[in-house]
């Protein structure tokens, strides 16, 4: 697969009716640890009087709060960054242990997610990343992967009880696993680019989980595919809990809602047509990677 490609989404949400949009967190810029790997970057919302305001969370993402003035019947978030995939670091090896609390902190456990914490307690014992990948392996084949459109994620309990789930759902079960094994573990959202039937590139948003390994750092798991996290994964936030993780989340007037999606991720060879980003832009836009 490609090393650099551009990599474009949008969302656009329509209302029934006019109405007044709370303050709106946007959670779709990558995180520091791949900050290297962004070449450029673009966030631009609609419509054009929305307010920007660019902060750092209590888990260090770099998060937008968009503020809109007026009612309005759309929404969109748009993002287009230029990504070098071979420059990606994962974990940070010899970092200092975390001090987030929430990313030790446990649920009460059903009667399935006891058992299966229990079948696996030796590998909260050997705290090492290959009895994690073992872990993250049997979630993978305990599991039945299930494309799941509505909001929300399942309790683990649930999860289990199904024997199947979405991403974000097998994910979160190995996090809540995790902490009850004792390691300091974390959601994660971002993108994942695959190569494609066709010979091209898609790309999807995702969710994975990563652990805190002693004298490795934090290393990410694929619930889905069984794998370690690798350069094809670009995480965009950490969080304690899969809600804190949402890539747009706010509220809004009571009405009815729609929204679509659409993804690209391109080869930069063939993107020979992608204009060069600017520094600066209308309001409402953040550009280039000097601002990540």
């Not at 979630?139 to 199904?162: D, I, N």
Request: aromatic residues 8%; negative net charge.
């Amino acid at each position: 697969m490609t090393s650099r490609v551009v990599l474009s989404h949008q969302t656009r949400y329509q209302y029934d009716r006019p109405v007044f949009l709370g303050r709106q967190t946007v959670r779709l810029c990558p995180v520091p640890q791949v900050r290297s790997a962004v070449r450029n970057y673009v966030l631009d919302v609609s419509p054009e009087s929305a307010d920007v305001i660019w902060r750092q969370d209590a888990y260090g993402n770099r998060v937008a709060e968009v503020r809109v003035p007026e009612r309005v019947t759309r929404f969109d978030v748009s993002v287009s960054m230029d990504v070098d995939l071979r420059a990606r670091q994962d974990g940070v090896v010899g970092a200092e242990a975390p001090v987030c609390a929430a990313y030790r902190d446990v649920d009460a456990a059903g009667a399935q997610v006891s058992r299966f914490v229990e079948a696996w307690r030796p590998a909260g014992t050997e705290g090492t990343s290959e009895a994690v990948a073992e872990l993250n392996r049997a979630v993978a084949e305990r599991l039945t992967y299930q494309r799941r459109l509505e909001p929300g994620v399942w309790a683990p309990e649930e999860t289990l009880e199904r024997a199947s789930g979405s991403c974000r759902d097998s994910a979160w079960l190995l996090v809540t696993v995790l902490r009850h094994l004792g390691f300091s573990a974390r959601f994660v959202s971002g993108y994942l680019i695959q190569p494609d039937k066709a010979g091209g590139l898609e790309c999807d948003l995702h969710a994975w989980a990563e652990a805190w390994i002693p004298g490795e750092g934090w290393i990410g798991f694929d619930t889905t595919s069984g794998l370690v996290v690798a350069q094809h994964h670009i995480p965009l936030a950490v969080a304690g809990r899969p809600e804190e993780a949402a890539p747009v989340s706010g509220l809004l007037d009571r009405c009815r809602a729609t929204f679509d999606v659409t993804m690209r991720a391109t080869p930069f060879a063939s993107a020979g047509t992608v204009p060069e980003l600017a520094m600066i832009g209308k309001p409402g836009v953040m550009r280039s990677h000097e601002a990540l």
